[in-house]
């Protein structure tokens, strides 16, 4: 079976961070669409999923007027906040498809400015 372009990226992206996986680094796996933005960490030793948020959750979803570049700061802070309880700080962050750049990049830096290492 022929993948296209946007298989490719992702698997090339992702294999290298999977190559490197150990038990004391998680990796935050991000998604983004038009409209929203979630992010989980996930522990690929054992294949689960430890945090996750997204812009779709009720808190989030009930602001008004707020740019997409605004709902990707909170979402970042949020998932900081659920990971620092589980006492989580060192990740890979896998940016899958997408570049480093908009709301990707400003997703990253916030997580950095609250305690996360990557």
């Excluded at 150990?22 to 991000?30: A, C, N």
């Excluded at 779709?56 to 620092?84: C, G």
């Amino acid at each position: 079976m022929k993948l296209n372009t946007i298989q490719r990226k992702k698997f090339r992206v992702t294999g290298k961070l999977k190559k490197v996986a150990s038990s004391d680094r998680l990796r935050l796996s991000i998604s983004r669409s038009a409209k929203n933005i979630s992010a989980q960490i996930i522990d690929d030793v054992k294949n689960i999923t430890l945090v996750s948020c997204s812009s779709i959750e009720k808190d989030i979803r009930s602001m008004d007027k707020v740019n997409k570049t605004e709902i990707s700061k909170i979402v970042a802070e949020k998932l900081a906040k659920k990971a620092q309880e589980k006492k989580i700080s060192k990740i890979f962050f896998d940016r899958g498809i997408y570049k480093y750049h908009g709301r990707v990049k400003v997703f990253a830096e916030t997580l950095r400015k609250n305690g996360m290492e990557f």
